[in-house]
T-cell receptor
Framework: GESVGLHLPTLSVQEGDNSIINCAYS??????FIWYKQESGKGPQFIID?????DKRQGQRVTVLLNKTVKHLSLQIAATQPGDSAVYFC??????????FGQGTELSVKP | NAGVTQTPKFQVLKTGQSMTLQCAQD?????MSWYRQDPGMGLRLIHY???????DQGEVPNGYNVSRSTTEDFPLRLLSAAPSQTSVYFCASGSGGSTNEKLFFGSGTQLSVL
């Protein structure tokens, strides 16, 4: 399934399905993007990153896709597990070094 | 290796009080930053620093001050607390540079302003 919405979008998937979490970024000059995972009561944790000269990067069970034409970023999680339930944030690096986070998507995995 | 340490974990203030949230990292990171997170929202950047002696404003800097006298420490000061500053605050550090901004986050400080 895909995430849509304006206020902390939610995505509910069945265990074992693939998840796709989307993010629109604002700055066409951003050259570095990161996905973070935040579990309840904890600080965000790094998942995967991608530079603007790449379209795709794969990690363990996760893939990040970057479409610079439409300023869109997506995180794909393969074979989603209950431990993947969390809020996922994309972040973009602006010139000067600051990182700005998107609003986040809450992923809920049903057993 | 402690990583990023934030203190306190919880704090209750009255309107108008001042306080400092402490953040320390032991990874020799140049980049440090403060974010606030409100319910149902993402993290918003308050202030950040790319090295000792250098600070800059983020998205929501009003009502907060920072300083960076050492590489390790990046305290956040609330000069006159307001109920609108009730939030969870996260400190984060990163090695900086052009290719690696992977941030390490502290465990957060939950602040309530009455």
């Amino acid at each position: 399934g895909e995430s849509v919405g304006l206020h902390l979008p939610t995505l509910s998937v069945q265990e074992g399905d693939n998840s796709i979490i989307n993010c629109a970024y604002s700055n066409s000059a951003s050259d570095y993007f990161i996905w973070y995972k935040q579990e309840s009561g904890k600080g965000p944790q790094f998942i995967i990153d991608i530079r603007s000269n790449m379209d795709k990067r794969q990690g363990q069970r996760v893939t990040v896709l970057l479409n610079k034409t439409v300023k869109h970023l997506s995180l794909q999680i393969a074979a989603t597990q209950p431990g993947d339930s969390a809020v996922y944030f994309c972040a973009e690096k602006f010139r000067g070094g600051k990182l700005i986070f998107g609003q986040g998507t809450e992923l809920s995995v049903k057993p | 290796n402690a990583g990023v340490t934030q203190t306190p974990k919880f704090q209750v203030l009255k309107t108008g009080q001042s306080m400092t949230l402490q953040c320390a990292q032991d990874m020799n990171h140049e980049y440090m930053s403060w974010y606030r997170q409100d319910p149902g929202m993402g993290l918003r950047l308050i202030h950040y620093s790319v090295g000792a002696g250098i600070t800059d404003q983020g998205e929501v800097p009003n009502g907060y001050n920072v300083s960076r006298s050492t590489t390790e420490d990046f305290p956040l000061r609330l000069l006159s607390a307001a109920p609108s500053q009730t939030s969870v605050y996260f400190c984060a550090s990163g090695s900086g540079g052009s290719t690696n901004e992977k941030l390490f986050f502290g465990s957060g400080t939950q602040l309530s302003v009455l």
